[in-house]
């Protein structure tokens, strides 16, 4: 099956910038997405990205593709506390009926 | 208000002993599915359903059971439990799959002894 990797954990500064990376190992994906999960609650989308893209900026939120690389991240500027959750990355496969997650990324932010 | 619901939330049990946890979603979605969420490991497909009276497995289908009777609910059914089945559960539903976003549950944590 797919393999979508993560780092289990990031400690950021409240104001500073937060990357999260993702990288994945089959390369037909179609869309890219990147879900948030706070403490005790499912998961809520915070953007995607289609997989012709390099690059998307919504608000606060960059997400960056490199397809030959198979990576796709997250940056978040000027974070705050309200950010700290666990990060999941996700793919759709062309020709597939479902979503691979990653291992998801908890990210902390320090007062 | 739109929501995807899930019960029950927590789950003690025994092994062996049959469960269902039941999924309901009030937005006409067609697309269902159901994941666990355990520690280092992510989120992982257990089956998912793209209308009604069609189900088809994700990665990790064994020791479960689906049906989709109706467009609203997608109950997920344990046979006969085992601890290797603990873990957080969550449904989720989209109008497809592509760009849609999926609305998760609250989840469901089950512990099997």
């Known amino acids: 099956g797919e393999d979508v990797e993560q780092s289990l954990f990031l400690s950021v500064r409240e104001g500073d910038s937060s990357v999260i990376n993702c990288t994945y190992t089959?390369?037909?994906?179609?869309?890219l997405y990147w879900y948030k999960q706070e403490p005790g609650a499912g998961l809520q989308l915070l953007t995607y990205?289609?997989?012709?893209?390099d690059m998307k900026q919504d608000q606060r939120l960059t997400v960056l593709l490199n397809k030959k690389d198979k990576h796709l991240s997250l940056r978040i500027a000027d974070t705050q506390t309200g950010d700290s959750a666990i990060y999941f990355c996700?793919?759709?496969?062309?020709?597939?009926?479902?979503?691979?997650f990653g291992t998801g990324t908890r990210l902390t932010v320090i007062p | 208000e739109a929501q995807v619901t899930q019960n029950p939330r927590y789950l003690i049990t025994v092994t062996g002993k049959k469960l269902t946890v039941t999924c309901s979603q009030n937005?006409?979605?067609?697309?269902m599915s159901w994941y666990r969420q355990d520690p280092g490991l992510g989120l992982r497909q257990i089956y998912y359903?793209?209308?009604?009276?069609?189900?088809d497995k994700g990665d990790v289908p064994e020791g479960y059971k689906v049906s989709r009777k109706e467009k609203r609910n997608f109950p997920l059914i344990l046979e006969s439990p085992s601890p290797n089945q603990t873990s957080l559960y969550f449904c989720?539903?989209?109008?497809?799959?592509?760009?849609?976003?999926?609305?998760f549950g609250p989840g469901t944590r089950l512990t099997v002894l």
């Open positions: 989720a539903s989209s109008l497809g799959l592509a760009a849609n976003e999926q609305f």
């Open positions: 089959d390369s037909s994906s179609t869309y």
């Open positions: 359903s793209m209308n009604v009276e069609v189900t």
């Open positions: 996700a793919e759709i496969l062309t020709g597939a009926n479902n979503l691979f």
């Open positions: 990205i289609f997989s012709n893209m």
């Open positions: 937005m006409n979605h067609e697309y």
